[in-house]
C-alpha cells in the first residue's frame, strides 16, 4: 500500500514536471552519458594519460569531470599533479585516447536515446552540443545512425567558453534559427545543465549514469533515467504551436 502511495505521488510530480516544459521549438542533445553511456571513457582516459606520464593508479575523482571539456579536465589534472605542468598537450591526449575507446569498445545507448532523437526531429530541429571534439560526435552519430536525424552539432572546437558557460547552447539555436527560450535541451551533468540554464532554455536531466542524481534532478525542470520514461507522444505534447 505504502508503495502505491508513493508511486502515485512520483506519477504526480512527474507529470506536474512534464507540463511545466512547453512552447518548444527545437531538442538540443549533450552526448556522453545523454545519447551513449561513455562518461566512464573520461575515467579511462585519464588514468591512462596518467599511467603514460609515470602516475600509476590516481586517485582523481573523476566524476568531476562529467560534462567538462578536455581543456578543463587537464588543467584539474596539472593542479593535481604539478610535476605534468610541463606537458602542453595533455588535452589533445585524453582526446586521443578518449576516442580510441570510444571507436574500439563502442559505449551502450541510452535506452530509447536514437528513438527521441528520431521523433523529436519528425517534428523540430534537432542538435548535438557536446563538450567532446567534433570527430567523437561523428564517430557517435554514424554508429546510432542519426545522421539524417540531426540539423547541427558542435564540439568543443566549435566555440570560445565551454560548459557550463552557455555558448555551445547559444551557437546551436542561432544555428537553427530558434529562440533559446524555445530550446529543450537533454543533458546529465549539473556542468552541462548549468551551461543550458545559463542559456536560457528548458532542461530535461538523463539520470542513468549520473553519480550526482540529486543534483541534476533539482537542477533540472524535469528528470527521467532514460527515455523510455518521456512515454508516446511526448515530443508532440511540448511541441510549440504551429
Not at 566524476?63 to 610535476?83: K, L, M, N, Q
Not at 529543450?184 to 549539473?190: C, G, H, Y
Not at 550526482?212 to 537542477?219: P, R, S
Amino acid at each position: 500500500m505504502q508503495r502505491r502511495i508513493f508511486d502515485r505521488i512520483a506519477a504526480r510530480r512527474k507529470l506536474v514536471c512534464m507540463t511545466s516544459i512547453n512552447n518548444i521549438s527545437a531538442v538540443i542533445f549533450d552526448m556522453d552519458g545523454t545519447l551513449v553511456d561513455s562518461e566512464v571513457f573520461t575515467a579511462g582516459a585519464v588514468e591512462a594519460l596518467c599511467s603514460g606520464l609515470g602516475i600509476d593508479k590516481p586517485d582523481i575523482d573523476c566524476s568531476t569531470f562529467d560534462g567538462v571539456s578536455w581543456a578543463d579536465i587537464a588543467r584539474a589534472i596539472i593542479h593535481h599533479y604539478p610535476v605534468l605542468a610541463n606537458y602542453q598537450d595533455i588535452p589533445l591526449r585524453l582526446h586521443e585516447i578518449y576516442h580510441r575507446l570510444l571507436r574500439n569498445s563502442p559505449p551502450e545507448l541510452i535506452k530509447m536515446s536514437r528513438e527521441a532523437v528520431i521523433a523529436a526531429n519528425s517534428l523540430m530541429p534537432t542538435a548535438i552540443v557536446s563538450s567532446s571534439h567534433r570527430v567523437s560526435i561523428e564517430e557517435t552519430i554514424n554508429r546510432m545512425d542519426i545522421s539524417s536525424y540531426i540539423n547541427f552539432y558542435a564540439g568543443c572546437e566549435d566555440y570560445e567558453n565551454s560548459k557550463p558557460a552557455p555558448d555551445g547552447y547559444l551557437k546551436a539555436a542561432e544555428t537553427l534559427n530558434r529562440r533559446a527560450r524555445e530550446c529543450l535541451v537533454f543533458e546529465d551533468s549539473i556542468t552541462g545543465i548549468t551551461a543550458a540554464r545559463n542559456a536560457g532554455m528548458q532542461v530535461i536531466a538523463i539520470t542513468q549514469g549520473s553519480s550526482q542524481v540529486n543534483a541534476v534532478t533539482a537542477l533540472a525542470d524535469m528528470a527521467i533515467k532514460d527515455y523510455s520514461e518521456l512515454g508516446a507522444e511526448f515530443f508532440e505534447r511540448v511541441k510549440a504551436p504551429s
